[in-house]
């Protein structure tokens, strides 16, 4: 020993390289709050919900999600009463990846 230091002869450094996948799920367990409706954006038939749903499954304010919804960051639609539809997969891109699972 020199100094209180250990000689580390003949040891290498071992560097480890981990990879992580993260899935996300929202699974949403209410009777008739999802339709099936064309998205354009999607260019596709998705999981719709309404824009007050949409707020209350991410957590955010409904006022939000309209204005998402305006600007085009959330895609949308309209019911034939002029309701908000909100694109589900469109949501789930907001919800952030370390969020994991919702279960509502």
């Not at 957590?59 to 589900?88: N, W």
């Amino acid at each position: 020993m020199t100094n209180g230091n250990h000689e580390k002869r003949g040891m290498k450094k071992l560097k480890v390289e981990l990879t992580v996948e993260l899935r996300q799920r929202l699974t949403i367990r209410r009777n008739n709050t999802l339709i099936r409706a064309w998205c354009a954006a999607c260019n596709e038939e998705v999981e719709m919900c309404s824009g007050e749903e949409a707020a209350m499954l991410i957590g955010k304010r409904s006022r939000e999600i309209y204005r998402q919804a305006e600007q085009g960051s959330l895609h949308s639609g309209e019911r034939p009463d002029g309701t908000l539809l909100v694109c589900v997969k469109s949501l789930l891109e907001l919800v952030p990846k370390n969020q994991g699972s919702m279960f509502i």
